[in-house]
């Protein structure tokens, strides 16, 4: 088996030495690439670069869900073909991992490696849906390019916290739970449309929903991880099926702290619910447009600005080692 190791030396849970271990272990039983990247959408490229060649067998990102982001996104940047692309390994080295956990697979980069090898010893993987978010057509979004995220995404509130803590960690800042809340505390009160929601969810043959102001789309269940506590902020999402999307109208005080309580005690059977929550499960194809421009992430990296968004679930996307 030809694989090739894609490894951020930024990776904020895994030290060099760690990452060398890593490499010696999956190189006794493969013959194995590794490469460290050097900038921002190197992961991208490397992910594309095991597409064309027809030669790999198996890519391995080593790093956080923005590194499997950039490698998925350069595997599929002709589109989804199971059956020909190679297999994707993840080895967490990120603070949240998300995309790995939601997979059931261990946290701990070293565990996780052993896991791997068991698995790729016993032929044990899976092929799992992903979503595609592109500009809608006829909006001034409609030349954005097309990206593939593996397990959520957000238009508005959420996006705009991401997009305040990577500021924040550009300055030098850790990336802890206590930094996230603070940037939310900050978000909820600098947000001008918290009280009139500027979003619309429109979908195939029903009535749009007006007026949100708060949407998050995932294609997994959980949502994120607050350590090792697991918040489900749409539990019936799945890697087998489309992609759910969850909307709230307002952003008052006392419906956010419903929310956070809601999110805090949920379950894989509760999530949130109200009057002021919309929740969908298993769309194909919806579209969120906004009144103002509003950040939008995908897998925790934020994008910057959109207007217009349809997001597209897309089923037996991407083999994955389990």
């Given amino acids: 088996m030809r694989a090739l190791l894609v490894a951020n030396p930024a990776a904020t849970t895994t030290s060099a030495r760690t990452r060398d271990v890593l490499i010696h272990a999956l190189a006794s039983e493969m013959k194995l690439d590794a490469v460290t990247t050097e900038y921002r959408g190197h992961a991208w490229d490397l992910g594309r670069q095991a597409a064309q060649s027809g030669d790999v067998d198996l890519v391995v990102a080593l790093g956080g869900d923005g590194t499997v982001n950039e490698v998925v996104n350069g595997l599929l940047h002709k589109g989804p073909d199971p059956e020909r692309l190679p297999r994707l390994a993840v080895v967490p080295g990120g603070s949240t991992n998300v995309f790995v956990r939601a997979l059931g697979l261990p946290n701990d980069a070293v565990e996780a490696t052993g896991a791997l090898l068991q698995a790729l010893r016993e032929g044990s993987e899976r092929t799992v849906g992903l979503g595609l ?9 409609e030349s954005v390019p097309a990206r593939w995220f593996t397990f959520c995404a957000g238009f508005g509130f959420d996006a705009g916290v991401i997009g305040r803590v990577e500021q924040q960690r550009e300055r030098g800042r850790k990336s802890t739970h206590s930094l996230y809340l603070r940037q939310a505390l900050r978000q909820f009160f600098d947000d001008q449309h918290r009280r009139n929601g500027t979003i ?26 607050l350590g090792n506590r697991p918040v489900y902020a749409l539990p019936g999402a799945s890697f087998d099926d489309a992609l759910d999307v969850l909307g709230l109208r307002k952003l008052s005080t006392l419906g956010v702290t419903r929310l956070a309580t809601q999110l805090l005690t949920s379950s894989p059977e509760r999530g949130p619910k109200g009057k002021q929550v919309v929740a969908d499960h298993d769309l194909d194809t919806f579209t969120l447009h906004s009144k103002a421009p509003l950040p ?27």
């Fill in 133 to 141: 978010a592109s500009g809608t057509p006829g909006t001034e979004d």
């Fill in 200 to 225: 619309t969810l429109e979908r195939p043959g029903q009535d749009p929903v007006t007026d949100l102001a708060l949407s998050i789309v995932c294609n997994t269940s959980p949502w994120t991880f």
């Fill in 296 to 322: 939008l992430q995908m897998d925790g990296d934020h994008l910057g600005l959109r207007t217009s968004v349809t997001f597209t679930g897309v089923r037996r996307a991407l083999r994955v080692i389990v």
